[in-house]
């Protein structure tokens, strides 16, 4: 019994019986540099998430680590807490890599975005797979 989610036409003909065999070939063709395309995003994606978001988290807190060392050895150590004090101003707010201007909040959102590309290009390559 046919029913309107089935797969072939209602006549028993094959859908692609009607198309030509190249419309079928650069159909395929299409759909698969979508597939590669969306697949190969997700790949990087995947790969640069989690070092760019660590990179991020991990600078974010450098600081606030420094802070905290260097109040617990300010009564101990006046010459330790001099050099820890130096080394918490020697680590920069920002960096500038050619026109690009890099933060911990922007490594953060960077990699929590490139998490949101995987995901959605995931979802676009299984679509794509499906499709072909």
Do not use: K
């Not at 698969?32 to 660590?54: G, K, N, R, T, W």
């Not at 990179?55 to 300010?74: D, K, T, Y």
């Amino acid at each position: 019994m046919d029913t309107p989610f089935s797969n072939t036409p209602r006549d028993g003909a094959s859908a692609t019986a009607h198309r030509p065999v190249w419309m079928n070939t650069v159909r395929i063709a299409v759909w698969s540099v979508c597939y590669f395309a969306f697949y190969f995003v997700q790949q990087v994606s995947e790969l640069l998430a989690p070092l760019v978001l660590i990179l991020g988290i991990g600078w974010s807190a450098l600081p606030r680590l420094m802070g905290v060392v260097s109040s617990s050895s300010e009564g101990s150590d006046p010459q330790a807490h001099d050099v820890i004090v130096r080394v918490s101003h020697a680590i920069p707010d920002h960096l500038n890599v050619g026109s690009h201007l890099l933060t911990p909040s922007s490594l953060i959102f960077d990699g929590l975005a490139l998490m949101a590309a995987a995901a959605l290009c995931a979802t676009l390559s299984a679509v794509a797979a499906r499709s072909m």
